[in-house]
T-cell receptor
Framework: ETGVTQTPRHLVMGMTNKKSLKCEQH?????MYWYKQSAKKPLELMFV???????ENNSVPSRFSPECPNSSHLFLHLHTLQPEDSALYLC??????????????FGPGTRLTVL | GENVEQHPSTLSVQEGDSAVIKCTYS??????FPWYKQELGKRPQLIID?????GEKKDQRIAVTLNKTAKHFSLHITETQPEDSAVYFC??????????????FGTGTLLAVQP
């Protein structure tokens, strides 16, 4: 499969569950991102992994934990989530090189519902 | 940090008319401004972008203009078609020299093209 893929596409979990979201990019990019998309809110950048460096949005709660084992795979580990965490979680990737600000390619997203 | 505001939040036009979506940004150091289109249930996709060294860019029926002095940029869609119906997001880079792309998104505009 080409581009950026995400699994699962839909996830329903209780507040005490632990689950993980997976993202994989097949574009040879060297940076990957997690975004949260809630209704009527701008896309919110949660985490960036770039050139083996992790950058995070300080407002993201610790119940979200990212993992990037290599440049092609990105995970978002979830534990003890709250109902307000229900949203569409989008993964994206881009290539960072001499030309700055290259296009970010998005995955299809995981629709998360926390009961 | 960067703040991006987008207007209007919803826009309804008749097929064949033009549509204009406007965004303002706060960080004068921002120098890359992409526009993403997100159809219902699908991922955001880049449709056009502009860098701060140009004032206007056009690609068939879509164009983007940038006014660095006023810190605003706009998306123009001419001869709208029903398939243009989607949510459109503007974004700006707030990059202070690091290796990462920190896209800051607007809140989105829901464009409905009436046949």
């Amino acid at each position: 499969e080409t581009g950026v893929t995400q699994t699962p596409r839909h996830l329903v979990m209780g507040m005490t569950n632990k689950k993980s979201l997976k993202c994989e990019q097949h574009l040879g990019h060297n940076a990957m991102y997690w975004y949260k998309q809630s209704a009527k809110k701008p896309l919110e950048l949660m985490f960036v992994y770039s050139l083996e460096e992790r950058v995070e949005n300080n407002s993201v709660p610790s119940r979200f934990s990212p993992e990037c084992p290599n440049s092609s795979h990105l995970f978002l580990h979830l534990h003890t989530l709250q109902p307000e965490d229900s949203a569409l979680y989008l993964c994206a990737s881009s290539h960072l090189g001499e030309a700055a600000y290259n296009e970010q390619f998005f995955g299809p997203g995981t629709r998360l519902t926390v009961l | 940090g960067e703040n991006v505001e987008q207007h209007p939040s919803t826009l309804s036009v008749q097929e064949g008319d033009s549509a204009v979506i406007k965004c303002t940004y706060s960080d004068s150091a921002s120098n890359y401004f992409p526009w993403y289109k997100q159809e219902l249930g699908k991922r955001p996709q880049l449709i056009i972008d502009i860098r701060s060294n140009v004032g206007e860019k056009k690609d068939q029926r879509i164009a983007v203009t940038l006014n660095k002095t006023a810190k605003h940029f706009s998306l123009h869609i001419t001869e709208t078609q029903p398939e243009d119906s989607a949510v459109y997001f503007c974004a700006a880079i707030a990059d202070y020299g690091g290796a990462t792309n920190k896209l800051i998104f607007g809140t989105g505009t829901l464009l409905a093209v009436q046949p």
